[in-house]
C-alpha cells in the first residue's frame, strides 16, 4: 500500500513539472511572438477653450435733443464724413412728413423703373424678349433677396403684362409725384435737421452704455475687472439714437482659464467661433494675455474682419479655436523613428506581410497622434493595420 502511494505520488510530480515546463516554453513563446496591432482611422479635431467677455470698439455715441427722428442710414452701412445718418424734427407733423417723403422716393424709383422697362420693350423686335428678360430680373433679385431689386422688378414685369394702358405707371403719374416730394422737400427745412456724420465710421442704432469703454483700456484689464465691467452694466444716454465706429478693428476681451490660455501667446492667430452670433469663425490675432488671478486670465483678441455683421455683439461667450487638424490617428506607441534617415514611419500588415510606411506627425496627444495624409501609392492610408507593438519587426517578414 504505502510502496503505490509513493509510486502514484513521483508520477504526479513528473506529469506537474512536465506542465510547468510546457507552460514556460508557451509563455515564452507567446511573449516573444505577440503583435498588437490597431487600425488607423480618419480624423478631424480641434483644440479649442471657451472665452467669455465683451467687444470693445473705438465708438462715438450720436444724440440729438429733438422729440422725432427720421434715420435713413441702415444697420451697418459704412458711412462717410458729412453722409446724412437722420433728421430731427420738432413735431409729430415732420415725422409724418419725413415718412411721405420716403413713400414718395420709392413710388418715384419704380414708376420711373417701369416707364424705362416700357420704353425698351417698344424697341426690342417682340414683346415676349422683354418678358423674358424681366422675368429673370425678378428670378435674380429673388435670389439675392434684395427687397429693393424685387420691389422694381415686380412692378417692371406688371408694366410689361398690364401695358401702357395703366395710368399708375404713366409719365403723368411720375410728374405728379415728383412735384409733391419737391413741395415737401422745400416746406420741412423750417422745423427739421439734417444730422451728418462728423467723422468716417459704420452706423449702428444699438446703443447699450459700453461705448464709453475704448480699446485704451485693454492694457489695464484684469479678471475682476473686466467681471465687474460685465456685471454693473452700464447706462446708455437717453438722448442717443446711435453711434459710429470709427476703427474696422475691433477687440474681444475675455475671461478664460489659465489652462486654456497656456495656448495663446501674443502674435499668434487664432479663430474665434461665436456661435448664433456670427456663422462663420473670425480670424484674430492675441494681443495680450494677463497675469493669472485665482486661475483665470484676460486675453484680448484683435479682430480685422466682420465688424458690420457683429457690430450688435457686445456681452458674448466665444470658443477659441487653437488649432485644426485633419489627418490619419495612430497610436502614439505605433510610431518609430529612423534616426538616420530622421524621418518617422510606422509597420503596417499589408497580405499578411509587414511593410514600413514614412508618416510626419502634425499632432501628437499623449495617447495618439495625427499624422498627414499622404497623396503617394505607397502613403498610410485610414484602414491601414498598424502594428502597435512586436517583436522582430522587418520589411517583408510574414505575419501569421
Given at each position: 500500500m504505502?510502496?503505490?502511494?509513493r509510486?502514484?505520488?513521483?508520477?504526479?510530480?513528473?506529469?506537474?513539472v512536465?506542465?510547468?515546463a510546457?507552460?514556460?516554453?508557451?509563455?515564452?513563446?507567446?511573449l516573444r511572438g505577440?503583435?498588437v496591432?490597431?487600425e488607423?482611422?480618419?480624423?478631424?479635431?480641434?483644440?479649442?477653450?471657451?472665452?467669455?467677455?465683451?467687444?470693445?470698439?473705438?465708438?462715438?455715441?450720436?444724440?440729438?435733443?429733438e422729440?422725432y427722428?427720421?434715420?435713413?442710414a441702415?444697420?451697418?452701412?459704412?458711412?462717410?464724413?458729412g453722409?446724412?445718418?437722420?433728421?430731427?424734427?420738432?413735431s409729430?407733423q415732420?415725422?409724418e412728413?419725413?415718412?411721405?417723403?420716403?413713400?414718395?422716393?420709392?413710388?418715384?424709383?419704380r414708376?420711373?423703373?417701369?416707364?424705362?422697362?416700357m420704353r425698351?420693350?417698344?424697341?426690342?423686335?417682340?414683346?415676349?424678349?422683354?418678358?423674358?428678360?424681366?422675368?429673370?430680373?425678378?428670378?435674380?433679385?429673388s435670389?439675392r433677396?434684395?427687397?429693393?431689386?424685387?420691389?422694381?422688378?415686380?412692378?417692371?414685369l406688371?408694366?410689361?403684362?398690364l401695358?401702357?394702358?395703366d395710368?399708375?405707371?404713366?409719365?403723368?403719374?411720375?410728374?405728379?409725384?415728383e412735384?409733391?416730394?419737391?413741395?415737401?422737400?422745400?416746406?420741412?427745412?423750417?422745423d427739421?435737421?439734417?444730422?451728418?456724420?462728423?467723422?468716417?465710421?459704420v452706423?449702428?442704432?444699438?446703443?447699450d452704455?459700453?461705448?464709453k469703454?475704448?480699446?485704451?483700456?485693454?492694457?489695464?484689464l484684469?479678471?475682476?475687472?473686466?467681471?465687474?465691467?460685465?456685471?454693473?452694466?452700464?447706462?446708455?444716454?437717453?438722448?442717443?439714437?446711435?453711434?459710429?465706429?470709427?476703427?474696422?478693428?475691433?477687440?474681444?476681451?475675455?475671461?478664460?482659464?489659465?489652462v486654456?490660455a497656456?495656448?495663446?501667446?501674443?502674435?499668434?492667430t487664432?479663430?474665434?467661433?461665436?456661435?448664433?452670433?456670427?456663422?462663420?469663425?473670425v480670424p484674430?490675432?492675441?494681443?495680450?494675455?494677463?497675469?493669472?488671478?485665482?486661475?483665470?486670465?484676460?486675453?484680448?483678441?484683435?479682430?480685422?474682419?466682420?465688424?458690420?455683421?457683429?457690430i450688435?455683439?457686445?456681452?458674448?461667450?466665444?470658443?477659441v479655436?487653437?488649432?485644426?487638424?485633419?489627418?490619419?490617428r495612430?497610436?502614439?506607441?505605433?510610431?518609430q523613428?529612423?534616426?538616420?534617415?530622421?524621418?518617422?514611419?510606422?509597420?503596417?500588415?499589408?497580405?499578411?506581410?509587414?511593410?514600413?510606411?514614412?508618416?510626419?506627425?502634425?499632432?501628437?496627444?499623449?495617447?495618439?497622434?495625427?499624422?498627414?495624409?499622404?497623396?503617394?501609392?505607397?502613403?498610410?492610408?485610414?484602414?491601414?493595420?498598424?502594428?502597435?507593438?512586436?517583436?522582430?519587426l522587418?520589411?517583408?517578414k510574414?505575419?501569421e
Amino acid at each position: 500500500m504505502k510502496r503505490t502511494d509513493r509510486l502514484t505520488n513521483i508520477i504526479a510530480l513528473l506529469l506537474f513539472v512536465a506542465f510547468l515546463a510546457y507552460a514556460g516554453v508557451y509563455l515564452l513563446r507567446t511573449l516573444r511572438g505577440t503583435t498588437v496591432t490597431a487600425e488607423a482611422v480618419a480624423a478631424d479635431i480641434e483644440l479649442t477653450g471657451v472665452a467669455s467677455g465683451m467687444v470693445i470698439r473705438q465708438e462715438t455715441v450720436l444724440t440729438s435733443r429733438e422729440p422725432y427722428l427720421d434715420i435713413t442710414a441702415a444697420e451697418g452701412q459704412k458711412l462717410a464724413a458729412g453722409s446724412v445718418i437722420a433728421t430731427a424734427m420738432r413735431s409729430q407733423q415732420g415725422l409724418e412728413r419725413a415718412n411721405r417723403m420716403h413713400e414718395l422716393e420709392r413710388e418715384i424709383a419704380r414708376v420711373s423703373a417701369a416707364l424705362q422697362e416700357m420704353r425698351s420693350a417698344e424697341e426690342v423686335t417682340t414683346r415676349e424678349v422683354s418678358l423674358t428678360n424681366a422675368s429673370r430680373s425678378l428670378a435674380a433679385a429673388s435670389a439675392r433677396h434684395d427687397t429693393a431689386a424685387l420691389d422694381t422688378a415686380c412692378l417692371n414685369l406688371e408694366a410689361l403684362l398690364l401695358g401702357a394702358a395703366d395710368a399708375s405707371v404713366s409719365p403723368g403719374t411720375l410728374e405728379r409725384l415728383e412735384a409733391e416730394l419737391f413741395s415737401l422737400r422745400h416746406s420741412s427745412s423750417a422745423d427739421s435737421q439734417v444730422l451728418t456724420a462728423e467723422v468716417p465710421g459704420v452706423f449702428s442704432s444699438a446703443v447699450d452704455g459700453y461705448e464709453k469703454y475704448g480699446p485704451d483700456i485693454l492694457s489695464s484689464l484684469t479678471p475682476g475687472t473686466l467681471q465687474d465691467m460685465i456685471e454693473n452694466g452700464a447706462e446708455p444716454d437717453a438722448n442717443a439714437y446711435g453711434k459710429l465706429v470709427s476703427d474696422y478693428r475691433w477687440y474681444f476681451a475675455a475671461v478664460m482659464s489659465t489652462v486654456d490660455a497656456a495656448n495663446l501667446t501674443p502674435g499668434r492667430t487664432i479663430s474665434l467661433s461665436f456661435g448664433r452670433w456670427y456663422s462663420t469663425d473670425v480670424p484674430a490675432k492675441v494681443v495680450s494675455v494677463s497675469p493669472s488671478e485665482d486661475g483665470s486670465v484676460v486675453a484680448v483678441f484683435r479682430c480685422d474682419t466682420a465688424l458690420a455683421e457683429t457690430i450688435a455683439m457686445r456681452q458674448v461667450t466665444a470658443n477659441v479655436i487653437f488649432g485644426a487638424y485633419s489627418g490619419i490617428r495612430v497610436p502614439a506607441e505605433a510610431v518609430q523613428a529612423d534616426d538616420e534617415e530622421e524621418s518617422t514611419f510606422v509597420w503596417t500588415i499589408t497580405a499578411m506581410q509587414l511593410e514600413r510606411k514614412d508618416v510626419e506627425i502634425i499632432y501628437a496627444a499623449d495617447d495618439y497622434v495625427i499624422v498627414r495624409r499622404g497623396s503617394a501609392p505607397g502613403a498610410l492610408r485610414a484602414g491601414n493595420t498598424v502594428v502597435v507593438s512586436g517583436k522582430d519587426l522587418y520589411e517583408g517578414k510574414l505575419m501569421e
